[in-house]
């Protein structure tokens, strides 16, 4: 499961499991029912104001789902509900910038070994 913490990030998963079921962009938005335009900005991480229910549908086209919870995986979550109240303080969260930081470096370490 990948925590998606940007928008970008989210426009990633969907083009990645699009091309790994050998997809189009238009394919794609014909099986969830949504413009071809939608799915191009969504990948490209500009879609921001997309309505769930497109999201939902684009994302079940793929065989993927949303899932929303506490940051916590479900084992995760179980493991720590039985620890102290303070097991799941990990100190302060990464900003956006921290976080879109990262996601940059990552997708550019991913290109360099997917071309190399």
Known sequence: MKQIHIPRQMGQAVRTKRLELGLTQRELAGKAGVSERLVLSLEQGEATGIRLDKLLGILGSLGLSLYVGGGLSAATAV??????????????????????????????????????
Do not use: I, M, N
């Open 79 to 116: 493991h720590q509900s039985s620890a102290s109240p303070l097991a799941s303080d990990k100190g302060p969260t990464k900003s956006y910038e921290e976080t879109y930081a990262d996601f940059v470096a990552e997708s550019l370490s991913d290109a360099y070994d997917w071309e190399g």
